[in-house]
């Protein structure tokens, strides 16, 4: 993600009391958890300039009295979910996706089902910080030998005071932030490090992972998968009669018709100068072929104008294809797509040219000539 398109979030809002909070009187029966907080939302990545909704799920497992905690925390503008079994626990997990949870759990065991529901939503993309609410013993237990299987984690022992969870919860909510902080930015690297900065294509190096990736996928599914290698005709004459601002101004044309013509599961990517290439999963040799001439026609159909320069740019396209169950190599398919680009060149350029055995024979034949 750019920096650009990054999601902007409100600070996190403090949960501390102004003022001690009184404590509400026993409650004598709890109805279910979709009746004591009414159609909850799951908390989520907020559209730029929105709100965050901040949602703490509490599995009240233990049955204590946290009615207090309750209250609390929703004055000072959460959403409250409490659940007080693991089926029902289970059921909201499915539904929502909390901010915080905070677990008082039945028994304090390192394969309990409470630690197995919650462990793989902490391997997701945003951190979910857990409170434990602990008998005493079993918080001695937890200091001394680590028996709960989960990151981003806090405790508590009982008894406890209400300011004292709103505190902890306050403090994990800011560690929070400051986590997703760092993973944003590492993301905006990260794009920074795949992307060719001209165009926004993907790099050479990022592509050749790219490949790999597919290639192996083509072979283990028994899928075809097809490379189209496309080279700008005539850029060196645009770059010498024109000005190197408006060759880059022709490179981001091909890029866009590019993109605005393949699937969004196709890789499109620039090598450097005026060599592209595009990855096509799942494409037979008719498709891609058909995929080229759209490309091409895409390219062609728009000169290339400013106040002083105009050009029609054209393409040669050469295309290869793998099966996807004969034997073959990304090398192999490489070699192949390149050598149709060559014959799309010689035969006067704006062609597209699928591979065939006959340009292999040929090829070795000029080279033994």
């Not at 406890?160 to 560690?175: H, Y």
């Not at 790099?203 to 790219?210: A, G, K, L, Q």
């Amino acid at each position: 993600m750019s920096p650009s398109a990054t999601p902007s979030r409100q600070p996190v809002p403090s949960i501390l009391p102004t003022e001690p909070q009184p404590r509400s009187a026993p409650a004598t029966e709890h109805p279910p958890a979709t009746e004591r907080e009414a159609a909850p939302v799951a908390a989520s990545a907020p559209e730029a300039g929105g709100a965050v909704e901040q949602l703490i799920l509490v599995l009240n497992h233990h049955h204590d009295d946290l009615d207090a905690v309750l209250t609390a925390v929703r004055r000072r503008g959460f959403t409250v979910v409490e659940t007080r079994s693991v089926v029902e626990t289970h059921r909201m997990l499915a539904k929502l996706r909390p901010t915080v949870i905070v677990l008082n759990p039945l028994m304090l065991q390192p394969t309990s089902v409470e630690f197995e529901l919650i462990e793989p939503l902490q391997q997701g993309d945003e951190p979910l910080p857990v409170l434990l609410l602990l008998e005493s013993a079993d918080a001695t237990r937890l200091i001394a030998h680590g028996v709960v299987p989960l990151a981003d984690l806090d405790f508590l022992t009982k008894p406890f005071a209400t300011e004292e969870v709103l505190f902890r919860l306050d403090l994990l909510l800011l560690a929070r932030e400051r986590q997703l902080r760092v993973r944003r930015r590492a993301l905006e690297l990260e794009g920074q490090v795949r992307e060719d900065f001209k165009t926004g294509l993907i790099n050479d190096r990022h592509f050749r992972t790219v490949q790999e990736n597919e290639f192996k996928r083509a072979q283990r599914h028994h899928e075809t998968l097809s490379l189209l290698l496309v080279d700008v005709d005539e850029f060196k004459t645009v770059n010498d009669t024109t000005e190197y601002a408006f060759g880059d101004e022709v490179l981001v044309h091909v890029a866009r018709c590019m993109k605005q013509t393949i699937r969004t599961t196709d890789h499109a990517a620039r090598f450097g100068g005026d060599e592209f290439a595009i990855l096509l999963p799942h494409t037979n040799p008719t498709e891609a072929v058909h995929t080229a001439n759209r490309v091409s026609q895409a390219i062609s159909g728009n000169p290339v104008q400013n106040g002083r320069y105009a050009k029609q740019v054209t393409v040669s396209i050469g295309i290869a294809t793998f099966d996807g169950r004969t034997r073959g190599s990304l090398d192999e398919l490489r070699r192949q797509a390149n050598m149709a680009l060559h014959q799309a060149k010689r035969r006067g350029k704006n062609q597209v040219w699928l591979f065939s055995e006959t340009d292999h024979s040929e090829r070795e034949q000029a080279n033994g000539s």
